[in-house]
T-cell receptor, first 116, second 111 residues
């Protein structure tokens, strides 16, 4: 199956700093990427959907100025958590899909963010 | 709106036991249905899928049948192994490719 690489897998940052998470599709063109947040023992909450070259579409209740999403190429999307606070600590997962084909989205390995 | 409901966990079974994890959905139209598995500390892996009514998805001994009449997509396995211990998510694919997930069911298989 297709491979989606997410980096870093774990990151610890100080409160008030920003953290960037990368999501790369390694062997296909990801026209659409999705960013999810997962709280412990809970389901995945979709944060935003991004299409290559366009602004991301954020789900209701997600602060777009806090969670900056860039999808500048067909193989890379980034999520930047700005001015991170302890409540932003969570597991963030990206998924990528080729919208030109009727295939499922593929998921990255996830990033465990801890804000101290 | 579209939604997915799964049976609550955790589910604890002995090795070689029969597994059923119930999943029902609410959706407009005819969505595709998926089961994903998440091992500790990892992202999600697609386990199986079905794209239309009466389709049966299967993989690694797991099976699920798309039942339109009962709006269900229950996951089954005849004989679970310790290595099957994970969290299982049922999901439907919304328009535009969005996946809507159930709340997840944690499975623990004891030797």
């Amino acid at each position: 199956g297709a491979v989606v690489s997410q980096h870093p897998s774990r990151v610890i940052c100080k409160s008030g700093t920003s953290v960037k998470i990368e999501c790369r599709s390694l062997d296909f063109q990801a026209t659409t990427m999705f960013w999810y947040r997962q709280f412990p023992k809970q389901s995945l909450m979709l944060m935003a959907t991004s299409n290559e070259g366009s602004k991301a579409t954020y789900e209701q209740g997600v602060e777009k100025d806090k969670f900056l999403i860039n999808h500048a190429s067909l193989t890379l999307s980034t999520l930047t958590v700005t001015s991170a606070h302890p409540e932003d600590s969570s597991f963030y997962i990206c998924s990528a899909a080729d919208g030109t084909k009727d295939t499922e989205a593929f998921f990255g390995q996830g990033t465990r963010l801890t804000v101290v | 709106g579209n939604s997915v409901t799964q049976m609550e966990g955790p589910v604890t079974l002995s090795e070689e036991a029969f597994l059923t994890i119930n999943c029902t959905y609410t959706a407009t139209g005819y969505p595709s249905l998926f089961w994903y598995v998440q091992y500790p500390g990892e992202g999600l892996q697609l386990l199986l899928k079905a794209t239309k009514a009466d389709d049966k998805g299967s993989n690694k001994g797991f099976e699920a049948t798309y039942r339109k009449e009962t709006t269900s997509f229950h996951l089954e396995k005849g004989s679970v192994q310790v290595s099957d211990s994970a969290v299982y998510f049922c999901a439907l694919k919304h328009q535009g490719g969005k996946l809507i997930f159930g709340q997840g069911t944690e499975l623990s298989v004891k030797p």
